[in-house]
């Protein structure tokens, strides 16, 4: 059974910084491409940021590109995400999901998807 279990969220000042990670298990994680989505309060779901099964290939929403960094540790079965430059607007539940598919733009279709960890950005 996949588990994935995001945490490291809070609150954050307007410029401010946060690492999310999500810890998976239940499957063999290098084999597979995660991304990171995020859900801001009464709003659907919205794709951030896609990571290929090695790492070496990323993707990124146009809203976070240059501010976002994905990137996973693969013995350690871990996914992170490092947010920059926060924004009021990236106040959120950020979800890490094992995509059903992986679009050719990069943009994950959520597969699998944890409990979330909020994120909120205010002064």
């Known amino acids: 059974e996949v588990q994935l279990v995001e945490s490291g969220g809070g609150l954050v000042q307007p410029g401010g910084s946060l690492r999310l990670s999500c810890a998976a298990s239940?499957?063999?994680?290098?084999?597979?491409?995660m991304a990171w989505v995020r859900q801001a309060p009464g709003k659907g779901l919205e794709w951030v940021a896609t990571?290929?099964?090695?790492?070496?290939?990323?993707y990124y929403a146009d809203s976070v590109k240059g501010r976002f960094t994905i990137s996973r540790d693969n013995p350690k079965n871990t996914l992170y995400l490092q947010l920059d430059s926060l924004r009021t607007e990236d106040t959120a539940i950020y979800y890490c999901?094992?995509?059903?598919?992986?679009?050719?733009?990069?943009?994950?279709?959520?597969?699998?998807r944890g409990q979330g960890t909020q994120v909120t950005v205010s002064s």
């Open positions: 990571i290929s099964n090695g790492g070496d290939d990323t």
């Open positions: 239940g499957f063999l994680f290098s084999m597979y491409g």
């Open positions: 999901t094992k995509p059903v598919r992986i679009e050719s733009s990069g943009a994950a279709v959520v597969g699998s």
